[in-house]
């Protein structure tokens, strides 16, 4: 029978190292920092998940060095800081040919596709369509977006609720777009890592009401999840091993483990 020591390394194996990241979310701007991986056993400077005691009966970890403080992930700007906008570009005329391609055109309406761009892109583009940059930061499509659990009115009978909930539904796609693009950054800062492996602390922005911090707390959800989801998607399609399916009644992994508030 395996002992406890041996279990324990055995688990700490085959785990995939973590990346704790945390997300500071402002009125304005947002940054997204990374530590050093959690679980790594090729890396000195990671704590173990699991620790294994020695002959001695003190831990195999307590040599190891503590992790050195979170660094703040540049973007592809070079900036510390990005602009907390969101906002979809459409090209109608790619997804009209490819409507038009699959058989998918409905009664000759073009059907558009979406493309988010952040920070200061989003702001270039919202220029150009001249569209107020307000309703595309994040704090504002987190709070419109945030989950009603289902109240309000009947959106099918009243034409003003299906315009709110269809408004609704898209802030929800462009905040969780933004932290999805956030998590990719915090990945190309730690190579190999994957969007599968983050945990992150959110702050979220000062003064912020309830809706607001349950918004952007539902939004991160989202976006880490995505992202994780598209990665796997990449790696099957490129010929990697698939994700293990979770079996009935075993919970989703959860990517924002806690929240800062005032």
Excluded: I
């Amino acid at each position: 029978m395996p002992s406890s020591g041996a279990t324990s390394a055995a688990a700490a194996a085959t785990t995939p190292p973590l990346l704790p990241v945390g997300v500071d979310l402002g009125s304005l701007h947002a940054r997204v920092a990374a530590a050093d991986l959690v679980g790594d056993p090729s890396s000195s400077l990671s704590p173990p998940l699991f620790s294994t005691p020695s002959a001695s009966g003190a831990s195999a970890s307590s040599s190891a060095r503590l992790p050195s403080l979170p660094g703040v992930v540049r973007n592809a700007q070079g900036g510390r800081y990005t602009l907390a906008a969101s906002a979809a570009e459409f090209n109608a005329a790619h997804a009209h040919d490819d409507a038009e391609q699959n058989g998918n055109s409905k009664n000759g309406k073009e059907e558009k596709k979406e493309n988010y761009v952040f920070g200061e892109a989003a702001r270039q583009s919202l220029h150009r369509a001249r569209k107020p940059l307000e309703r595309s930061l994040v704090r504002h499509l987190s709070s419109l977006g945030a989950d009603d659990d289902g109240e309000g009115g009947d959106a099918a009978n009243d034409p003003q609720d299906a315009d709110a909930a269809e408004e609704s539904a898209s802030a929800r796609s462009a905040s969780s777009a933004f932290f999805a693009h956030l998590s990719r950054l915090a990945c190309d800062s730690s190579s190999g890592t994957r969007p599968s492996c983050l945990r992150a602390v959110l702050n979220a922005p000062a003064g912020a009401d309830e809706r607001t911090v349950r918004g952007a707390l539902e939004a991160a959800e989202r976006g880490l999840a995505e992202a994780a989801a598209r990665d796997e998607e990449e790696k099957a399609a490129a010929g990697g091993k698939k994700k293990r399916k979770k079996k009935k009644g075993e919970e989703d992994d959860r990517f924002v483990v806690g929240v800062l508030s005032d």
